[in-house]
């Protein structure tokens, strides 16, 4: 179990109410997820009005590199956090789904970033950022030239700057939803960019052919509301 699926776990027992989606819970052959689920499809006409503003002050202190079977993850100590309605939320780590696990009206981008930051009580909450070919990302590809040859050997990664893996604008939408991998623990709070940022089409194909195919597929709303601002 790596730091971060210990810290999944431990949440568990936070007093923030996050909840194992129970995928020992088998009912016709399919496992008992939650109610609110993730990732979504955000279909625009349906979004409500109201969501809270975010603000985030990144510090260059990026800790380690590591790949998993999972996905590429950067690890950072503390220093960087995220703020919205007065809740404080720290920087633990970011990786990478392509293609992007939340769609968009149905049509998915080819890479979704998920900078995964933790509140005091243990409470997630996830900035999604989509990435579309364009220009090239001097962050991405200086985290492409630091890649580890192994799996699960942090690599040291003192001076990343993640900015450039956050489009300037932070308008979003937000819902409650869980984690994407096991054990897709709800709730936690999600906000999807509706900027995206840009990265070559050589700096994707890279991504892909390191990470291969890791996105969730869409869940149920059931009934959940997606806001914006
Ligand atoms: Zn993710």
Redesign the pocket.
Known sequence: MNRYQRLRALSAFHSCTLRSARPDAFGGGEPVFGMRQSPIDIAPERVLPGAAPIEIRFEHDANFVRRTDH?LEVHFTEGSVLSRSGVVYRLHQL?F?TPA?TLLAGVPHPV?T?F?FEGDLGCFL?VAAFMRAGRSNPALRDLLAHVPDGFDEPSPFPSFDPHLLLPERLGHWAYTGSL??PPYLEPVEWVVLKDEVEASAEEISALEALLGMNARPVQPMNGRTVREC
């Open positions: 996905s990786h789904h696990e979704e998920h995964v996830v994407t991998t």
